[in-house]
């Protein structure tokens, strides 16, 4: 009996575990865009630290800078809205992004004042984004630390344009 029951544990186990770092966040930073207008194509997504090199895993206590390549044919954008949704993966035996509340802190910001680099020119561009998390940690002190997370960062201009992009990235929160 104590046998059948071992091996009846062992295989819930299986079933119900989840891998620890899905879609190989445990040593790559993954993105895409997840919406987004004609005319601007996204080339490339990547943490860096102040020297332009690979900042990874990502620490969601501190500030984030984000090298974006991006060409825009369509128009200058001269007013943004940024929102920015955050989520975490596989807690409560589920194996899936779970979106964390925020409570609407990270929602409906002025992107040129907070993190992008106003107006958005038309042409190729380089640009690093300031994700400022660090002013967040009442919210980010109960992230799991050493976890994969999922981030979507989206513009929006007055006319209804937007642009949404979102990574995924194994993240430190201590």
Known sequence: ?????????????????????????????????????????????????ADGSLDYPINLTKDLNIAVEFVNTKQVYPKLKLDVTIWNFGDYGRCQWLEIPTFGLLNSKDACERSFP?????????????????????????????????????????????????AQARAFTH
Not at 11 to 31: D, I, K, V
Not at 127 to 135: G, I
């Open 1 to 49: 009996m104590t046998l059948r029951f071992a091996i009846f544990v062992s295989l819930l186990a299986l079933t119900l575990g989840c891998e620890r770092f899905p879609n190989g966040t445990e040593t790559n930073f993954n993105w895409w865009v997840c919406g987004g207008f004609k005319g601007l194509t996204v080339k490339s997504v990547k943490p860096v630290k």
């Open 118 to 166: 106003c107006p958005l020119k038309t042409g190729e561009q380089k640009v690093v984004v300031k994700l400022h998390l660090s002013q967040y940690k009442f919210i980010t002190q109960f992230f799991t630390n050493n976890a994969p997370y999922q981030l979507q960062y989206k513009l929006s201009a007055p006319n209804g344009d937007s642009i949404c992009i979102r």
